[in-house]
């Protein structure tokens, strides 16, 4: 009798924090119409068998069977097949996914991937199990896509992170666009639009990375600037309204009031004292 024992190393596992969305199982058949668009989630592709491309952003991407193909949120792009040597291919919604690449356009490629057998097998499990959609069939699916994922993540030439929602880089866009625009009327559906998002979305990873909604954090940028004309700028209440992007002198009070728990007048008192150690307040114009 022989007998062979191997112990799991005794390690800190990853936490997975992607999450299946969806799956698709397409073939080309002389009826699709082909056109760029993009998503709020990557998708995973995988070519069962035929040939063509793929347009990425700027780039063109040539595809054949055992592909392997990772496409970022909100990254444009379409398929296009080759008539003679149709596509057929799965491809998977996955949230919570991020691929690290230094090309302008966020994807990775495998071609003729030498584990296409075993990745090709949890694409049709996830199907099969979506499909009949029995007992369990959630967990199981996630599963299966967290083997898909680790196997395409210790690939050396892969280059993909196990990242979550709150890595989302519409929200960094969406800070930075905060940041230099509070000046101006901004709402959450003309935020969200300048990121190419849903403002739904946009509001619930948003607040996973900073711990605050957009908006509210854009009524910190507006107080945290007037603050700074308050104390260094012989505005009016009524000029720092309009310069920090308040409706009204009115509306600005109250939100100071609410957040500093004083008046933007009596802010402005308390921080006089500089000017008896010699900073004096100045004319914005100046």
């Known amino acids: 009798m022989s007998n062979r024992k191997l112990n799991l190393e005794n390690k800190d596992l990853p936490e997975l924090s992607f999450r299946l969305l969806s799956i698709s199982s397409s073939k080309y058949e002389n009826d699709w119409t082909s056109f760029p ?13 035929g040939s063509g491309y793929m347009q990425i952003e700027n780039e063109t991407v040539p595809v054949e069977a055992d592909s392997l193909v990772l496409i970022g949120a ?12 149709p596509l057929d291919y799965y491809v998977l919604g996955v949230e919570g996914l991020k691929i ?9 490629i495998i071609r003729s991937c030498a584990s296409a057998a075993s990745i090709r097998l949890c694409f049709e499990s996830i199907l099969r199990e979506m499909h009949n959609r029995k007992k369990c069939y959630e967990e199981i699916c996630q599963h299966y896509l967290a083997i898909l994922i680790l196997m395409i993540y210790r690939k050396d030439h892969i280059s993909c992170e196990l990242a979550g929602p709150c890595s989302s880089r519409e929200c960094y866009k ?54 700074d004309l308050l104390t260094t700028t012989s505005y ?25 728990h004083m008046s933007p007048q009596q802010y402005r008192r308390t921080h006089a004292v500089l000017q008896a150690d010699g900073y004096v307040l100045h004319d914005a114009e100046e």
Request: net charge neutral; hydrophobic share 30%.
């Open 174 to 227: 969406a800070r930075r666009y905060i940041e230099e625009n509070y000046q101006h009327k901004i709402t959450l559906d003309s935020l969200a639009g300048s990121c190419n998002i849903t403002k739904y979305y946009l509001s619930h990873q948003f607040r996973a990375l900073y711990g605050t909604s957009p908006i509210a954090y854009l009524t910190q940028v507006r107080i945290s600037a007037a603050r």
């Open 74 to 85: 909100q990254v444009l792009h379409t398929e296009f097949s080759n008539s003679s040597d």
């Open 236 to 260: 009016s209440i009524e000029e720092i309204a309009g310069t920090t992007g308040f409706s009204s002198s009115s509306y600005f009070s109250q939100t100071f009031q609410r957040i500093c």
């Open 100 to 108: 690290s690449t230094d090309r302008p356009a966020e994807y990775s």
């Open 37 to 49: 668009h993009s998503h709020q989630f990557t998708e995973i592709f995988f070519i069962k068998s």
